[in-house]
Nanobody, 119 residues
Framework: QVQLVESGGGLVQTGGSLRLSCAAS????????MGWYRQAPGKQRELVARIFSAGTTFLADSVKGRFTISRDNAKNTVYLQMNSLKPEDTGVYYC?????????????WGQGTQVTVSS
């Protein structure tokens, strides 16, 4: 079993920054990939960032140049640094993890954290 605990959401003005954190615990040796999803009210869930155990990262086109995903292996924590935030970035952000040999993180989920960007 893997547990994911998220933090760092909040309210920020357009152009501001936030850093989301996701701390993993439990059977973390089974995890190959971690990432962040977001979902705005009434809209489809979007996978915005992924990071593999080897260190390779992927970002959705909608956030390239503004968001960065990173990890601290010593703390078993993954971060999402969000800069130049826009109102369309508003939504619930979910941390997720995938087992060995997975391409997307969808086996374990955090509780979600609200990000609101005011215009």
């Amino acid at each position: 079993q893997v547990q994911l605990v998220e933090s760092g959401g909040g309210l920020v003005q357009t152009g501001g920054s936030l850093r989301l954190s996701c701390a993993a615990s439990g059977s973390i040796f089974t995890i190959n990939i971690m990432g962040w999803y977001r979902q705005a009210p009434g809209k489809q869930r979007e996978l915005v960032a992924r990071i593999f155990s080897a260190g390779t990262t992927f970002l959705a086109d909608s956030v390239k140049g503004r968001f960065t995903i990173s990890r601290d292996n010593a703390k078993n924590t993954v971060y999402l640094q969000m800069n130049s935030l826009k109102p369309e970035d508003t939504g619930v952000y979910y941390c997720a993890a995938g087992l060995k040999d997975r391409w997307i993180p969808n086996d374990y989920w955090g509780q979600g954290t609200q990000v609101t960007v005011s215009s």
